[in-house]
């Protein structure tokens, strides 16, 4: 059996494995109870393994009570059959999440690296496009219905609340940390939400981090027909990598919709090639729109810029534009928010525990360091290829950063489908890892014991890759 038909069987399996979770779990997300799970749950507490399991995720329930995380905030211990119904969305979102990480690493191995890819033809490569988009849109949509999510959920319903009274967020509550768009998007995702009864916010939340997903996958095909690179290997390497489907899915951050903002820019320089005054200025525009998304990809602006412009009395005063017209959304807010702008949303660092370099050595301000590297290092990248430029700002970012949320490690995942190499695949491994570990993610017990630095590692091999790559382009010129 050829390897295409191998990657069309094993999504036709994937798909009808995620039809009978979805048929399965439809009671867990249509009500908020159900006697069969919760009477599964009891049962399975009676034997040792079970209790086991069982205490594991108990832990985790009582954690996010603890933080006062959405439905969990109310939980008191007594409350036995609201505490199995958790359990039971608990036990449902891993088995969901273990089934979508087998399945996308059977897939990654038949198509992964090797000198031959698998060769599809055309009507076969239109059929497993079609099932890879069904299979990722699914699981995402089945995380998205079965589980509430985490701390950053309930901090969209307390921003959400607060501007949608016409108030202040940054002088309200230190729980938002980005520009006012993402605020103005969930304001009009809760207007959706209210014309749509009984369906819960968090769902409407993450089917929009869905439509997004499924807008950067078309880009990114776009990108590799450009390319000339295999459409079957990039939207698996993608749209089935557990990192973005964990992210989107289960946890609903954004980083992929910032990402998409760059990915739009690359895409219409690539294709705009004959037009090189407007190609740049779009790349310029989409790299400004993903800085405002979500400023962790501020680097990204500097690259494009970098990359795109040879003139520095030029690509200097663009950058000066894009970063006014982004702290100029601030300032409606900034009297009586001012504060909490420069200490939630400039200064914000996520307080996770030792990560990377400050697992090695302390240094109070070794993040202001970290800062001024992120305005340099672009600089001094050698490759006249884009996508390897801006795939290299993310590593260097997950490499040499002081401190990281677990979302962080989705903004590499859409450029490095674009180009896939073994350590992609070590990274999208170790990575993977530690989505299906994190107490803020599905918490599968074994996987838990999987601390932030593996991921770390996952990239730092992945980033010295790129590099050793990037000081090759030097002397081979790259088509743009």
Not at 51 to 66: E, N, P, R, T
Not at 307 to 318: G, H
């Amino acid at each position: 059996m050829t390897r295409a038909k191998v990657t069309v069987l094993v999504l036709i399996i994937f798909v009808l494995l995620l039809g009978v979770l979805l048929l399965a779990g439809m009671p867990l997300m249509t009500s908020g109870q159900s006697p069969a799970a919760i009477k599964l749950m009891q049962d399975i507490n009676k034997s040792y393994l079970g209790k086991k399991l069982m205490d594991h995720y108990f832990g985790q329930v009582a954690y996010l009570s603890g933080l006062k995380v959405g439905p969990y905030k109310d939980v008191a211990p007594e409350q036995l059959d609201k505490i199995y119904m958790f359990l039971a969305l608990s036990v449902f979102a891993a088995l969901t999440a273990l089934v979508g990480s087998a399945a996308a690493g059977i897939l990654f191995v038949v198509n992964g690296i090797t000198e031959r890819e698998p060769a599809f033809t055309r009507r076969q490569s239109l059929a497993t496009l079609a099932l890879v988009i069904l299979a990722g849109t699914v699981i995402r949509l089945i995380l998205a219905g079965v589980v509430y999510g985490n701390y950053d959920m309930t901090s969209y319903e307390i921003v959400t609340d607060i501007a949608g009274k016409g108030g202040n967020v940054y002088a309200e509550t230190d729980r938002y940390n980005y520009s006012p768009v993402w605020f103005i998007v969930l304001l009009a995702l809760k207007r959706i939400q209210l014309a749509l009864p009984g369906v819960p916010f968090h769902f409407v939340v993450r089917s929009f981090l869905c439509g997004v997903d499924l807008l950067t996958l078309g880009v990114l095909l776009l990108i590799a027909n450009i390319r000339k690179l295999p459409a079957v290997r990039t939207a698996i390497f993608f749209y089935l990598s557990p990192v973005s489907f964990l992210v989107t899915g289960y946890h609903g951050q954004f980083e992929n919709f910032a990402m998409l903002m760059v990915l739009i820019g690359i895409f219409v320089y690539l294709a705009l090639a004959t037009r090189p005054v407007l190609r740049t200025a779009l790349l310029w525009l989409f790299a400004t729109a993903g800085m405002i998304v979500k400023h962790n990809v501020f680097y990204e602006l500097i690259i494009c810029l970098h990359s795109s412009i040879k003139r520095y009395w030029i690509k200097v005063p663009l950058f000066i534009v894009s970063v006014i017209v982004f702290l100029s959304l601030f300032i409606p807010y900034w009297d009586a928010g001012s504060k909490g702008i420069i200490d939630n949303a400039f200064r914000y660092e996520p307080e996770l525990g030792p990560y990377g370099v400050t697992s090695l050595f302390q240094m109070p301000h070794l993040k202001y360091l970290f800062i001024a590297a992120m305005f340099i290092f672009p600089l001094f990248l050698k490759s006249k290829d884009i996508m390897a430029q801006c795939l290299l700002g993310t590593l260097f970012f997950l490499t040499f950063a002081t401190s990281v949320s677990v979302q962080y490690f989705a903004l590499p995942v859409a450029l490095g489908a674009l180009r896939p190499s073994k350590p992609f695949l070590l990274y999208t491994l170790l990575a993977s890892f530690l989505f299906l570990g994190s107490q803020y993610n599905v918490f599968i017990p074994g996987f838990h014991l999987f601390q932030w630095n593996v991921g770390w590692v996952g990239a730092v091999c992945w980033f010295i890759a790129e590099m050793r790559l990037d000081r090759q382009a030097a002397r081979i010129e790259i088509p743009r």
